[in-house]
């Protein structure tokens, strides 16, 4: 029988409905779906997309139970790996990833692994299911996870399985870090971010909200309670570009705006008290993931114009190819070769103006992609009331400020030792954006997942 | 959560409460500041740390009912719970022996200045208090403020109670006998600190500022709170409160402080229609 050459459609809400909802955008396979998919795959000896996967799950094992109906035994192999897969499935860069590697994928589309990995786990919400698996013998040794983001949970998670006792301390008032805070609803709805949770606590983690470490407590003074200490604070501090009228008011940061509508639901006030101003002409700076969620946050608020405004073209954008594809379907207008280089606000402060100027593309630059070169006078203005700056953001400075013996790197990130997530300081650990600078939810995963293992071998052995 | 264990009326919508937050009180210094968010659905608001028993593991907030958030805390009760209630944040004033200080506190800038005042008088300082309100009966924390000072000047806008003038008025009148001071910290409303750092520019004293910016995460994560120091631009919840205050941009916080006016009254006047409130 033939192989259908493209990935079993998935139900999708239309671009002009959806932009009116904060919902999620793909909804999910039906279990025939899920099935027909299934069969796709070719289940190879030697899987390649395993490799291709930083947690490496069992992908053909997963896919094969589900192909026989076998749901549940998919999801406890997905989870013999991956503590998060509902997250995963949605937010990963499969394509990058597992499904670039898929070997279907060299002649037809790969096979769907990320929307089969999101079908197992969201199959097993509906059954109110949460299996807990088999937890080591306690072995009376306490760790400090700092950040409950990505890399602190599943760092946490694999710590408990193997019977350490787990703290997660958290600064913000609830966990999940840029799961909870940074990407939006749409992308990923927040009841399945507290559902994750929920099964990280299950296994015996306890987590602490409200709890900034370098200020509450420092480092140091946790490894007087605590025989190891990981640190996953993320990158949290935003970049701005530091020129003129940056601090008119109307200007935000990336985290900001997003902090406001995706932890705080100031899409929902007055029912929620934290507001947000509902921009008509709405700029946002860059092209990444963040800009893209930020322009399609910026069209649900309301926006009757959603801009991109980016310095290269299409070709060099960072985000996803699904992302680009969502937001341009949704009608965000996209600038490229535009950079801005000054803001213009009303009598009140507020901004009312970017002057932009245009870009050409030079040579390569360090990232290998073409370096972008402003072309003199073509200078150019557009009305704007609301401008998000998402050009990045940098590992957040507090822990090593307060730390002594954490060195870091020049762009402010927690040296590692890549294989152990070891720092220079004894007990301590780190993993995740604070260590690579931003990047994606699952290698900061993988990440906890091999700094768990040193942890668990320094505790036993009490070598460092 | 954070259990309310005293609630105190200082003066007419400005309320105390002791908060028991053991944690925070262990660490808080003064000039830092708290963010609190009292339910699910409310919002993350900084207040500043008005004072902090280590042994009792209590810390003291004081507040001014403005705007929905500090009515609707105004309305909690001693064995309440505050959700959310995180600390101590920004950074420690600075407390040196460095002479004679003027620690001036405007409005609901008083209880603030209060643990600053103590922490320099401890270390020898001689500290000189000027504190403002409007009319007599916005003036609080007289007998603490008392307590820390060695001279301790009282202010009112309509001259019912102590000088009649601004705390300005006080401070120009202290300068102008000669008293040589050494360094002035000033708390209050915007148009004050602007005010008292105009003032004192002329007298070349150094002048440290706190800056009540608008918050969010209150750790340096989102920007809000930039404010402009000597041309840069800083975050206050990491950077400050604390500022020199003759760098500071006043008109830039002033016209960011406005940001959500409009939805700040909806707020208010929704809340006051569902609880019934003038």
């Not at chain 2, 008392?146 to 202290?174: F, H, N, P, R």
Request: hydrophobic share 40%; aromatic share 6%; with cysteine.
């Amino acid at each position: 029988m033939a192989v259908s050459p493209k990935k079993t459609p998935m139900r999708e809400q239309p671009p002009k409905e959806r932009i009116k909802n904060f919902n999620e955008v793909p909804l999910g396979y039906t279990p025939e779906e899920a099935i027909t998919e299934a069969k796709r795959c070719l289940q190879c000896k030697k899987p390649p997309c395993v490799k291709g996967c930083p947690v490496e799950i069992d992908i053909p094992g997963f896919i094969a139970k589900i192909k026989e109906g076998n749901f549940k035994e998919a999801i406890r192999i997905l989870k013999d790996k991956n503590s998060l897969p509902a997250i995963c499935g949605r937010v990963c860069p499969q394509e990058d990833q597992c499904e670039k590697d898929c070997v279907l994928g060299k002649k037809h589309e790969p096979v769907g692994i990320g929307r089969l990995e999101r079908f197992a786990a969201d199959w097993e919400a509906e059954q109110g299911l949460m299996e807990i698996p088999k937890i080591e013998k306690k072995t009376g040794k306490k760790v400090a996870v700092v950040g409950s983001g990505p890399a602190g949970l599943t760092c946490a998670s694999e710590l408990a399985k193997m019977g350490h006792e787990v703290v997660i301390f958290e600064a913000l008032h609830k966990p999940g870090g840029v799961l909870v805070y940074g990407i939006p609803e749409f992308r990923l709805p927040k009841k399945i971010v507290e559902r994750e949770v929920n099964y990280v606590k299950a296994l015996g983690v306890k987590i602490v909200c409200n709890f900034v470490v370098g200020k509450t407590k420092t480092v140091d003074e946790l490894l007087e309670e605590f025989d190891a200490v990981f640190i996953g604070t993320g990158a949290g501090l935003p970049w701005f570009m530091n020129i003129p009228g940056e601090n008119y008011t109307g200007i935000y940061s990336a985290n900001e705006y997003l902090i406001r509508v995706n932890l705080m639901k100031a899409y929902l006030f007055p029912e929620y008290d934290t507001p947000i101003v509902r921009g008509k002409n709405v700029a946002v700076i860059g092209g990444g993931n963040v800009a893209m969620d930020a322009a399609r946050t910026a069209l649900r608020l309301g926006a009757e114009k959603s801009m991109i405004i980016y310095r290269r073209s299409k070709a060099e954008m960072p985000a996803r190819i699904e992302e680009i594809e969502r937001a341009e379907e949704e009608g965000v207008i996209f600038h490229f070769l535009t950079l801005p280089v000054r803001y213009y606000a009303d009598e009140n402060g507020r901004v009312k103006e970017m002057e932009c100027i245009k870009m050409e593309l030079g040579e390569p630059d360090h990232s290998g992609r073409r370096r972008p070169i402003p072309i003199p006078d073509s200078n150019f203005k557009i009305p704007v009331d609301t401008v998000v700056v998402a050009i990045g953001q940098s590992p957040n400075p507090l822990i090593p400020q307060t730390t002594k013996g954490i060195e870091v790197g020049k762009h402010g990130n927690i040296i590692v030792d890549e294989n152990t997530g070891k720092t220079t300081k004894k007990g301590v650990f780190a993993g995740g954006d604070i260590a690579t600078g931003a990047a994606t939810v699952i290698l900061a995963m993988g990440a906890g997942k091999v700094a768990a293992r040193a942890i668990d071998e320094y505790l036993k052995t009490g070598i460092w | 959560m954070a259990k309310i264990l005293k609630k105190e009326i200082l003066a007419p919508n400005i309320k105390k409460f002791i908060v028991e937050v053991p944690e925070i009180a262990k660490k808080a210094q003064p000039g830092q500041f708290v963010i609190i968010r009292i339910d699910e659905k409310g919002e993350r608001i900084p207040l500043t740390i008005g004072d902090f028993d280590r042994e009792k593991g209590t810390v003291t907030i004081v507040f001014q009912e403005v705007g929905k958030t500090t009515y609707q805390l105004g309305l909690l009760k001693e064995g309440d719970d505050i959700l959310d209630f995180v600390g101590p944040l920004g950074r420690p004033s600075e407390i040196e022996k460095f002479g004679t200080v003027c620690c001036i506190g405007g409005g609901v800038g008083t209880p603030e200045i209060y643990p600053v005042a103590r922490a320099l008088k401890k270390v020898g300082n001689y500290v000189i208090s000027i504190i403002g309100a409007r009319t007599k009966e916005l003036v609080i924390m007289e007998k603490e403020m008392k307590e820390v000072s060695d001279e301790l000047c009282i202010t009112t806008d309509d001259g019912t109670y102590g000088m009649k003038g601004l705390v300005t008025d006080a401070l120009k009148k202290i300068l102008d006998t000669g008293k040589k001071i050494d360094r002035v910290i000033a708390v209050g409303p915007v148009i004050m600190m602007k005010a008292v750092s105009e003032l004192t520019k002329n007298y070349n004293i150094k002048t440290i500022v706190s800056l009540n910016a608008m918050m969010l995460d209150g750790t340096g994560m989102c920007g809000i709170c930039r404010v402009e120091i000597g041309g840069e631009t800083k975050f206050a919840c990491v950077d400050g409160p604390e500022f020199d205050g003759h760098l500071v941009n006043y008109d830039l916080l002033m016209a960011r402080l406005k940001t959500y006016l409009e939805e700040e009254k909806i707020s208010l006047k929704l809340f006051k229609e569902k609880m019934g409130i003038q």
